[in-house]
């Protein structure tokens, strides 16, 4: 009997250890399974606070592309260099709890105006929040400032040919500028280097500025007034019978070896101030590849009376003549060739059409042929890259940046800047934004 009595203990004590066993892995298992749902609800609102945070920073950037004045008037300008932008914005169930914008750098760094800012270097600080949660993200960025069409005509290579007997208003080159011919500018000649104008060649506008030197060979005339910013060495040089009939303002030194006896109240040393001209504009074709309203594949005509709005991409080249309508731009991966009229339909002064060219050739416009639109082809690549061929009695109105411009030495030929083509035409089309780091701060509970 003890024996069984034993047994009965033994077997009692085995029960309630096994019990004891269960209900201990029992309450871990439910332990676990609170703490991961504990964790997993944690993660969910850490995940949704990052999306939130996310939407502040896209946020900013969309105002920023879209308005580049805010940010020359609100960021540039404010003293702190720091700007709230959004300040406890509901958003998705939670909270976009503050957005702020930060300039840290601009180039150049004391630009005259905005027209004269290549681009600005910011720091977008985003939180968001979500159920306790909270995620921090700094963002920094180069915003490229959108193309200035109204620079009117903007060249960036020496070996641009006005043609002769041209009417253009206003001409700038981010470099040297070289005239081979006569021709009748309107308002200024601007150029970030040296002008030169050759042998015997006459050029009529208000005022030559060079941010370097201004040198006129012999029998070469400006009918207008000068101004030469850069500092000894850089200098005013008249060879042989030049002349210049204006006001001569310089910070280098005067040559003159023109025979032409100059004015004393026509010379004012010193008083050339400051010319700042930004890096010619390089848009970049993936820009488009990856953001476009309307795409075509291959080669792609456009005549007739067309529409166009946001951004139409066409991956060849592209042929265009009519009467357009709408604002917006065509993008060509291609060249592009104007072969006929092409102007707004009923010249309706709210539409506006720009025309980026990617392609080994450039743009060409057929002799004769009107023009209504802002054109643009970017420097480097092929040889014939950045091209922009203007045929003889040809007239343009808009604005043309190019990194070389060839005009045919056919008389006639016009080109003047119209505001209300660049006034029209929005500002995100040609904007360029980089992110240059996106850091994510510790979540904060």
């Given amino acids: 009997m003890k024996s069984v009595d034993n047994e009965s203990g033994q ?31 944690a993660e969910r609102t850490m995940v949704q606070a990052y999306y939130i945070a996310d939407a502040g920073v ?78 921090t993200l700094e963002v920094r960025a180069r915003v490229d400032a959108p193309l200035h069409f109204s620079r009117g005509v903007w060249v960036n290579s020496p070996e641009s040919d ?70 000894s060495p850089f200098q005013v040089a008249l060879a042989g019978r030049a002349s210049i009939s204006g006001d001569i303002y310089y910070n280098g030194v005067l040559f003159n070896d023109s025979g032409n006896v100059m004015e004393a109240s026509k010379l004012h040393q010193g008083g050339a101030g400051v010319i700042t001209v930004p890096p010619f504009p390089v848009l970049d074709l993936s820009m488009y590849e990856k953001n476009h309203d309307l795409k075509y594949t291959g080669d792609k005509a456009f005549t007739g009376s067309f529409e166009i709005s946001g951004i139409t991409y066409v991956t060849g080249d592209v042929t265009i003549s009519g009467n357009y309508n709408g604002v917006g731009a065509i993008v060509a991966g291609g060249d592009v060739y104007i072969s006929s009229d092409l102007k707004r339909n009923h010249d309706n002064p709210a539409s506006s059409l720009a025309i980026l060219c990617f392609g080994d050739r450039g743009i060409t416009i057929a002799d004769g042929k009107e023009v209504w639109a802002l054109l643009y082809t970017p420097s480097g690549g092929a040889s014939g890259a950045g091209m922009l061929n203007v045929g003889g009695a040809a007239t343009v109105h808009g604005s043309l940046i190019c990194d070389k411009i060839m005009i045919s030495p056919a008389a006639n030929t016009l080109v003047q800047y119209e505001s209300s083509l660049s006034n029209h035409q929005p500002e995100w089309i040609t904007t360029k934004i980089s992110i240059t780091s996106w850091h994510e701060n510790y979540p904060v509970f």
């Fill in 162 to 231: 006005f043609g002769g007997g041209v009417v253009i208003s206003h001409v700038t080159s981010s470099g040297d500028l070289i005239f081979r011919r006569n021709g009748i500018f309107s308002g200024e000649i601007t150029a970030g280097g040296t002008v030169t104008v050759l042998e015997s060649v006459t050029v009529a506008a208000d005022e030559v500025k060079a941010a370097k030197s201004i040198i006129l060979e012999s029998g070469a005339q400006v009918n207008g007034g000068v101004r030469q910013a850069g500092a």
């Fill in 11 to 41: 077997a009692l004590i085995l029960v309630v250890m096994m019990t004891l066993l269960i209900l201990l892995i029992g309450f871990s298992t439910l332990t676990l399974v609170s703490e991961c749902r504990k964790a997993s609800l």
């Fill in 58 to 135: 896209e946020r900013a950037l969309a105002k920023v592309k879209s308005d580049s004045g805010w940010l020359w008037d609100d960021v540039h300008f404010d003293s702190n260099k720091e700007v709230e932008f959004i300040i406890n914005q509901n958003y998705a169930g939670g909270v976009i709890t503050e957005v702020k914008v930060k300039e840290e750098g601009i180039y150049p760094a004391v630009p005259l105006s905005r027209e004269d800012v290549a681009y600005t270097n910011i720091l977008i600080t985003s939180v968001g929040a979500y159920e306790g949660s909270k995620k």
